[in-house]
């Protein structure tokens, strides 16, 4: 009876130990830390655009979530899931990509001033008008955007040359006077409108389009595009880009009037070569 006795007090204190050890383990065992919720080892959070796990009190393992897993079993769509702790910078997306970005710039970076043209420069060379861009090349802030800006202003008779942005949509607002412009689409569909102040179009990207004031007056608009660096390939000078062969085979003319084109070429926005300089008063060499 007492070796009975003395074998279940020994049986007793081992599981008592092993239960201590077992919770000394798991309070060891760090949590993982969002919004204010502890989470367990193992845990998943599941967001609009990240699912992350739970492993030795940091969100690991994240992948993007599929278009179909967007919303949660309840029918709840979550926030998305960027944890601000305790989680290694290349598991995090963009947020801490972001945040640190976003603390090299001062206030006042994010505004633009098109009237001050010491810190919106005019980008343009041509006769028929200038351009104020805001682009990532200028203003490296506008990475956090995703967008970029420019103003235009448009004198008589100038165009902003026919061109492309492959990377972006633009959208337009016309601050003052009137355009013509259109785009072109893939089934040489043109698509034109005369624009005037307080209304707005777009351009899809990828589409060839231009800009041309027909009128008398200046004409001037803002255009925004949905990329922080769009690109433009102007047509005129792309196209003369390519070896005269190419050339010489696509316009069906000899390699002079290519030399011609070539030397021709104005820059943009470019002065008109019609009727509107007669209608106006004005020539090719009347200043803006």
């Keep these: 009876m007492v070796c009975t ?36 080892k193992g845990a998943k959070v599941v967001g609009q655009t990240l699912t992350c796990t739970c492993l030795s009190g940091k969100w690991a393992n994240c992948v993007s979530n599929s ?34 970005f976003l603390d090299n710039f001062d206030n006042e970076d994010f505004v633009f001033d ?34 970029s800006y420019s103003r235009f202003s448009i004198g008589p008779c100038g165009i902003n040359l026919p061109h492309v942005h492959p990377r972006a949509t633009e959208s337009l607002y016309m601050i003052e006077g009137q ?9 040489d569909r043109l698509i034109m409108n005369d624009l005037e102040k307080d209304q707005v179009t777009f351009f899809p990207k990828g589409h060839l389009h231009y800009q041309q004031n027909m009128n008398c007056e200046n004409a001037e608009f803002i255009s925004i595009l949905d990329n922080e660096d769009p690109g433009v390939l102007v047509v005129s000078s792309a196209l003369l880009s390519l070896p005269d062969e190419a050339l010489t085979a696509t316009f069906n003319e000899d390699q002079a009037l290519i030399a011609q084109l070539r030397l021709g ?14 209608r106006c008063g004005l020539d090719m060499d009347t200043p803006l």
């Design 67 to 100: 278009s179909d897993q967007s919303d949660t079993d309840s029918g709840e769509k979550e926030e998305e899931v960027y944890p601000p702790t305790g989680m290694d910078e290349h598991l995090t997306g963009a947020k801490v990509s972001f945040i640190s």
């Design 265 to 278: 070429l104005p820059e943009g926005p470019a002065r008109a070569r019609s009727e509107c300089l007669a």
């Design 114 to 147: 098109f009237t001050d043209s010491n810190k919106v420069t005019v980008d343009s060379l041509g006769l028929g008008g200038n351009i104020q861009p805001v682009n990532l090349e200028e203003f490296p802030i506008m990475q956090l955007a995703g967008m």
């Design 179 to 187: 355009v013509t412009l259109g785009f072109v689409s893939t089934e």
């Design 5 to 40: 006795r003395t074998s279940i007090i020994a049986l007793a204190w081992m599981v008592i130990a092993a239960s201590v050890a077992d919770a000394r383990t798991t309070t060891a065992e760090p949590y993982c830390h969002y919004k204010g919720t502890s989470y367990e």
